[in-house]
């Protein structure tokens, strides 16, 4: 049996509101690695991971990207064990305030990052859901020093 079978608080709403919030992020952090991988980086910095929040919240995923998205989201909440996969961190100091960071690559998606990164403040959320991910996003971005 798996946890939220078990645990009969989670009402189907709030099931299907945590399937989306973690398929968005899911499909973010895809996002983020394109990114580092067009910078030619190492290591997925936190300018990486926001600029791949912003892409999400700003871009629909296509039909075919959702499905596969909330397939792995249901993966990640209905798995039996938890094995996680190791990844390397890197704590970033909180100096002082500085723009996020952007690759030069010129690809659909690098571009289209950079068109949201600068049309970031004026994006309007269409339903709650978007809403408080751009105010976590802006939430983020002030407590590491980013400006957007």
Do not use: W
Not at 47 to 56: A, E, F, N, P, T
Not at 77 to 83: F, I, M, P, R, V
Not at 131 to 146: A, D, F, Q
């Amino acid at each position: 049996m798996n946890n939220l079978e078990e645990d009969k608080t989670i009402t189907e709403q709030q099931e299907i509101i945590l399937k989306s919030v973690l398929a968005n992020n899911i499909s973010a952090m895809k996002i983020s690695k394109i990114l580092r991988e067009h910078s030619q980086n190492d290591i997925l910095t936190t300018d990486m991971v926001v600029s791949g929040l912003i892409y999400r919240l700003m871009i629909p995923m296509e039909e075919d990207e959702l499905k596969r998205s909330i397939d792995e989201a249901e993966s990640v909440l209905y798995a039996e064990s938890s094995d996680e996969e190791e990844i390397e961190t890197v704590d970033e100091p909180l100096n002082e305030k500085r723009n996020i960071k952007y690759n030069s690559c010129n690809c659909d998606v690098c571009m289209q990052t950079r068109l949201c990164l600068i049309n970031f403040k004026d994006f309007i959320p269409k339903d709650p859901l978007a809403n408080i991910v751009k105010n976590s996003i802006c939430e983020t971005c002030e407590t590491y020093n980013l400006i957007l």
